[in-house]
């Protein structure tokens, strides 16, 4: 399951809302809003994401979190090493080879590192 997914999956849970209703409500098809809601689907497009957001009445901060979850939510990520030292591309390959193998905690310190490299600036 995508973060867009989870969070989707719990606003409609919160408001009672069969995938079948707020499919037909912000017009795409229920297996769609399904596979969506499963991670079988890519990230959600920028019309989606106003539907959701407008089916959910949400606004401000809140719309900003669908937004910014949404674009962390691509299933079926790349990524481009082209012109970074070898080291990059090797571990861009090794991660993608034992991505689904990781335990929690192993994933988890690697976003600590992501995480403090993007507060840096880097």
Request: glycine share 6%; no cysteine; charged share 20%.
């Amino acid at each position: 399951m995508t973060p867009f997914a989870e969070l989707v999956r719990d606003l409609r849970r919160q408001r009672g809302v069969s995938q079948k209703e707020m499919a037909y409500a912000i017009g795409v098809s229920p297996a769609y809003l399904s596979a969506l809601e499963h991670g079988k689907r890519g990230k959600p497009s920028f019309d989606l994401l106003q539907r959701v957001a407008g089916y959910f009445n949400i606004i401000w901060d809140e719309a900003e979190q669908l937004f910014q979850t949404a674009g962390v939510s691509d299933p079926k990520v790349t990524i481009d090493t082209s012109g970074l030292p070898t080291p990059y591309t090797a571990f861009a390959n090794a991660l993608a080879a034992e991505i689904r193998t990781l335990p929690i905690e192993s994933l988890l310190a690697l976003q600590e590192v992501l995480d403090h490299a993007q507060k840096r600036g880097n």
